[in-house]
């Protein structure tokens, strides 16, 4: 469950919040520009499918 | 109801048995009949739950509001099932037995918990209160406050000593409803991702976040602490008379849930949660001479109520 807890809710989770950071102008342009050329949901969804995958297999989130 | 003060020279004089039925006889003064206090409580506050969701997608209230009212909910949402669990609204075989089924299901919608979980894991907890090996609500155990809110914050890893203590109880059960209990916390959380998923796809993972997933991590901190904590720890120690405590809270019985008299529910878990420190104020004397732990509801020396 962790592994698809992070792939479809934490990934999506994250990739909203850079979108609403970048939207307000909280990031630094570099990262705004980083952000808004990668398809940041795909990679979002990776970050937390991997990290999903690290919290099933040492039984830990944090 | 008529509360009664009894006289701390008077109660001294009774025996052993004349004590129990006394005690006895006041706390059935408290029980029987509906708390609509506690009909209304999970009807509004399932049902305030439900209309954050279209008011905060529709943009009539903020998320940051919707997030508080949300962690509300998910706190507010326990007691009522767990008043169910005590078949406290009614009986098997009563009229009202699917009120008491009913709310006990429904009022755990906010929790994504299993009423069936909750009800045979609570019973244990109450037939082995404080023991290590049986009580599933052990892991609550800490030194201090921040302890438990540490503990609490350690029970969500994948790998939850909480959630293995209640599946390992299920387990020892080994009953229908124990067997039906794991089914239903299956079928629950199975559902209860599936809506996660689906409104992260649909672009509303930040709802979601915040309307349900993290309100009922803050919730279940808030409620391990004043459900398990506070009236039982730290120091647990066995027995009718002592393995529950009386305590006093900074909001007083409001922020505590109705935890300061939790003392009471143990020693008769039928009386209503809105009428347990009515009877504790009355119990008080009683309890004190049976050497509870009052904290400073009671002082049997000097045999006043200190304020």
Known sequence: MPVWFGLFFLGPVIAEIALLAAHNGVLPDSLNSLISNTHLRATCMAFGGIYGLIAFKTGRWI | ?307
């Open chain 2, 1 to 307: 109801m008529n509360a009664q003060k009894f006289d701390i020279d008077y109660l001294k004089t009774l025996d052993e048995s004349e004590l129990y039925r006394l005690e006895r006889e006041i706390a059935r003064k408290y029980m029987g009949g509906l708390s609509w206090f506690m009909v209304l409580w999970p009807l509004l506050n399932v049902l305030c739950w439900f209309s954050i969701w279209p008011l905060v997608i529709y943009d009539v209230i903020p998320l940051w509001a919707g997030f508080i009212i949300a962690v509300i909910n998910c706190t507010l949402a326990y007691l009522p099932s767990h008043e169910a669990q005590h078949d406290i609204y009614a009986r098997k075989g009563e009229k009202l037995y699917w009120l008491n089924q009913l709310i006990g299901h429904a009022s755990l919608i906010p929790l994504a918990s299993s009423y069936r979980v909750l009800r045979e894991t609570h019973i244990e907890h109450h037939k082995h209160t404080n023991n290590p090996d049986l009580d599933p609500d052990f892991s609550s155990n800490a030194e201090t406050g921040w302890g438990n809110i540490m503990n609490s914050i350690n029970n969500f890893q994948p790998g939850s000593k909480s959630n293995k203590a209640y599946l390992n109880t299920l387990e020892r059960l080994n009953t229908p409803e124990a067997k039906l209990a794991i089914r239903d916390q299956i079928m629950i959380t199975l559902a209860f991702n599936l809506f996660l998923f689906i409104m992260a796809f649909s672009g509303y993972a930040l709802e979601a976040l915040l309307l349900w997933w993290l309100p009922i991590k803050i919730g279940f901190i808030y409620l391990r602490y004043y459900l398990s904590w506070r009236p039982h720890f730290p120091n647990p120690t066995m027995g009718r008379y002592q393995n529950t405590r009386a305590f006093k809270s900074w909001l007083g019985n409001l922020s505590s849930l109705g935890m300061t008299a939790h003392i009471v529910h143990h020693l008769h878990p039928r009386i209503p949660l809105d009428r347990t420190p009515a009877a504790l104020r009355e119990l008080e004397p009683i309890l004190a001479l049976r050497g509870c732990s009052l904290e400073d509801h009671y002082h049997i020396d000097a045999g006043f109520k200190k304020q």
